[in-house]
């Protein structure tokens, strides 16, 4: 039997990406490796069950030399097109040229029940029978809920976020949940940061957290923090709430949750600075949190 701190799941792909100024081109990746990344960071023991397609296995080589186990299996992984049309990061227009398949309680190998991220790739990846089945063999779970509230348009592709009948449940069923301020006001009706985080904590979301172009907002046991962004650039914007997730879920395991607040948004500021996932150390998180740019 494997044991993990932490195992995150959901598949491998591909992004085009049309910046608002500059070249489009081509990053691989998704949220399972911008988390799983971010979480190596504080020396975890970090686990991964994913699906890649023959082109991008070089994804793997990566994973494993940051010390990351990767249980993967052959198929084709989802593909986007992903338009920033301002110079505002957080309007962006997303398009599915691909999709992927979903997961079931089958597909996961024999790992001990530890904390598990469910990060997909594209829609419709996992369900809540899936996250049931997973608390059923005593696993703790974190959950990204974009990959339950968008739908693509039948003809262009475009995703859109949609409210869904089973959000409560799936809040119930979670330890931590995970979306972005967009994907808030979507849920639950509200704009501000703060009164997202109490709709979702009154609907049952053990530990909430609130990712925005500013920063993050965690509301844990009726507490709630913010801490800003300090990044100077936002060269590396895609994967930035998965970043986030990784960062915060790996300090949470032993740290508080203000404290795992500050540290996952200073990872997130250094990794925003440049384009891929997280390569930085402890020692330059926590000069972050420390220096200047904290104040």
């Known amino acids: 039997m494997n044991r993990y701190d932490i195992v995150f799941v959901g598949s491998l792909g591909t992004y085009t990406v049309v910046p608002f100024e500059g070249p489009p081109f081509s990053e691989s990746g998704g949220p399972v490796l911008f988390g799983s990344m971010a979480a190596s960071c504080p020396a975890r023991r970090i686990g991964m069950v ?38 505002n990061v957080d309007e962006r227009r997303v398009f599915l040229l691909r999709g ?44 990204d809920m974009q990959n339950f509230i968008f739908r693509a348009d039948g003809e262009t ?16 069923t979670a330890d931590f949940v995970k979306l972005d301020a967009v994907e808030a006001t979507i849920l639950t009706g509200a704009e501000a940061l703060q009164d997202q985080a109490d709709i979702l904590e ?17 509301k844990s046991k009726g507490a709630a923090a913010f801490a800003r962004f300090t990044n100077r650039t936002t060269r590396g914007r895609m994967g930035r709430g998965d970043t986030f997730s990784g960062a915060y879920l790996a300090r949470r395991l032993d740290h508080s949750a203000e404290d795992s607040l500050r540290f ?13 996932p997280f390569r930085g150390s402890v020692e330059d998180v926590i000069a972050r949190i420390t220096g200047p740019l904290s104040e």
Do not use: N
């Not at 996952?264 to 891929?276: H, N, R």
């Open 264 to 276: 996952a948004a200073a990872l997130t500021s250094i990794k925003l600075e440049s384009a891929g």
């Open 157 to 172: 592709g475009a995703l859109y976020p949609v409210d869904i009948p089973e959000k409560k449940e799936i809040l119930r």
């Open 202 to 218: 009154d609907w049952g979301s053990p530990e909430t957290i609130v990712t925005c172009s500013d920063g993050a907002l965690v």
């Open 100 to 143: 992927g398949g979903r997961f079931v309680i089958d597909d996961m190998p024999p790992i001990a029940p530890c904390l598990l991220h469910l990060a997909g790739m594209s829609m419709g990846e996992f369900s809540l029978e899936f996250m049931e089945a997973l608390k059923a063999r005593g696993f703790l779970l974190s959950v």
């Open 50 to 87: 994913t699906r890649i397609s023959e082109g991008e296995k070089q994804l793997l080589e990566q994973l494993e030399a940051a010390g990351i186990d990767v249980f993967s299996r052959p198929e084709d992984t989802p593909r986007y097109r992903i338009v920033f049309p301002t110079a």
